[in-house]
């Protein structure tokens, strides 16, 4: 075969039709992950068993809390209400955020990384694509984890103005974690192992943006480190929304919508701009499919 025949042989062949929306790729994305997780029944069962175990072990706590500091602190409920809000949201967001960076662990095993990634799917629609199932089914949780306290004593307002408040609020939520979870994604493009941005997350706002007791049970000189994460502001919107029955037009959960717009907006551009230098760099030195 001589050379110009060889070359037109091994030229890539046109694929006609259009090329598919990104939309449908994230839609893709879902229907592949949810296979995935329906076929290890076993660890399906523990998700589940997990979250009811969570509700249950915070209604025997409540039982020897007071209720004397959540009134002070203005949300007007009792400490099983007060806690079940505040673990469903933060393990919400910590398994939505942490499973971003482990989904792209496992692209980085399975040997898909680069096979996604130079295609035309751009790296945002990737980073969508991974983290819509993780919220989907982190969405599942949370409910079934505040139905099941609702049915122990968990005291949740009905109504809906302030419940299309609350779904807001959670909007917000996720979109400010998914910024968390991108430049931890970032992170592991590079370093491969380990995820200290998740971790360090994890810990510090259980300690510091009011999951499992108030604000204001904090020393003044250790409190203000809270304003730093955005579940501080998601959580206090939320549960005044479902415990007192606020509304995004209240006075304090405005000023968590604006803060948190604002955190949104400054914070998400700087963790596209990681992102792509990490996904450049690693496509640069080669090692964007090591693991």
Same mark, same amino acid.
């Not at 099983?80 to 673990?87: H, K, Q, R």
């Not at 089914?137 to 139905?147: H, W």
């Not at 807001?168 to 968390?180: G, K, Q, Y």
């Not at 706002?205 to 020393?219: A, D, E, H, I």
């Given at each position: ?60 706590? $409540?039982?020897? *809390?007071? =209720?004397?500091? !959540? ?8 400490? &099983?209400?007060? #806690?079940? %809000? ?78 299309? $408040?609350?779904? *807001?609020? =959670?909007?917000? !939520? ?8 991108? &430049?931890?994604? #970032?992170? %592991? ?103």
């Amino acid at each position: 075969m001589k050379t110009p025949e060889l070359i037109n042989f091994l030229k890539e062949v046109p694929v006609s039709g259009r090329e598919a929306s990104v939309l449908e790729k994230v839609y893709a994305f879902v229907v592949r992950d949810f296979r995935t997780w329906w076929t290890y029944k076993l660890w399906v069962s523990i998700d589940i068993l997990g979250t009811l175990m969570f509700v249950v072990s915070y209604y025997f706590i $409540s039982k020897i *809390v007071t =209720t004397t500091s !959540l009134e002070a602190a203005g949300y007007g409920t009792d400490y &099983l209400t007060f #806690a079940v %809000i505040g673990v469903a949201f933060q393990q919400y967001v910590f398994s939505s955020v942490s499973t971003l960076s482990e989904s792209i662990r496992g692209e980085q095993w399975d040997g898909t990384m680069e096979t996604i990634l130079s295609s035309k799917t751009g790296f945002r629609t990737f980073l969508l694509g991974e983290s819509v199932f993780r919220f989907i089914m982190g969405s599942y949780f949370l409910v079934t984890a505040l139905l099941v306290g609702e049915a122990i004593g968990v005291k949740i307002t009905t109504n809906l103005g302030s419940i299309l $408040s609350a779904a *807001v609020m =959670t909007i917000l !939520l996720i979109t400010s974690h998914m910024i968390v979870g991108i &430049l931890s994604a #970032a992170l %592991i493009l590079k370093v491969k192992e380990g995820d200290p941005i998740v971790w360090s997350f994890s810990w510090l706002t259980q300690l510091f943006s009011g999951v499992l007791y108030p604000l204001n049970l904090l020393p003044s000189q250790i409190s203000w480190i809270g304003a730093i994460f955005p579940l501080t502001y998601s959580l206090d919107g939320i549960r005044r929304c479902l415990t007192v029955e606020a509304t995004i037009f209240s006075p304090m959960v405005a000023e968590d919508i604006v803060k948190l717009a604002i955190f949104i907006v400054v914070s998400l551009p700087i963790a596209l701009k990681a992102f792509k230098a990490a996904y450049d760099s690693t496509r640069i030195d080669g090692s964007l499919g090591q693991y």
